[in-house]
């Protein structure tokens, strides 16, 4: 059973991004609190998933990738999160694009990386890029660590 942490009870190199958490969120969410286990694997997340956000891929994009991940993977807890966060952006201006960049996250995953030249060539035709492509591969791992801490801390 993991532990539902709070600043105090948290290994001493987890506070400061639990700090951060707390203060962007208004309160700390029940996965940031048993990540915090791992100073490691609670950094590497926020890390990654920032640099994600960072990315060039478009806010629609980014939540269509790690709803893909999260669906994959069965975390509820990021299912519903994220199907929030996409219905907040409000309607996609293009819904085909977002099916081939969901379709394209599946194959990159399916084939660990080694997609086909028409896969790649299908991706680009919906106005996606090379360096899309790779933005892909960091949405993958950021929240594959994410989904899967998530799925062994029990987090709800």
């Not at 709070?6 to 991004?17: G, I, K, N």
């Not at 896969?119 to 899967?148: H, K, P, Q």
Request: with cysteine; proline share 4%.
């Amino acid at each position: 059973m993991f532990v539902d942490h709070t600043v105090e009870t948290a290994p001493a190199a987890s506070r400061r991004s639990m700090e951060r958490v707390a203060g962007a969120w208004g309160r700390l969410p029940q996965a940031v609190a048993r990540m915090a286990e791992s100073p490691h694997a609670l950094d590497g997340f926020l890390k990654l998933s920032a640099m994600f956000e960072d990315t060039t891929l478009d806010a629609h994009s980014r939540e269509t990738v790690i709803l893909t991940v999260a669906v994959r993977n069965q975390c509820h807890l990021c299912i519903q999160l994220h199907e929030t966060k996409l219905a907040a952006l409000g309607p996609a201006p293009d819904p085909e694009r977002l099916e081939g960049v969901r379709r394209f996250t599946h194959q990159v995953l399916a084939a660990a990386g080694a997609v086909s030249d028409e896969d790649l060539e299908g991706f680009l035709a919906f106005g996606y890029t090379r360096r899309n492509a790779l933005e892909v591969v960091l949405g993958i791992g950021a929240y594959t660590l994410s989904t899967l801490a998530n799925r062994l801390t029990r987090s709800a």
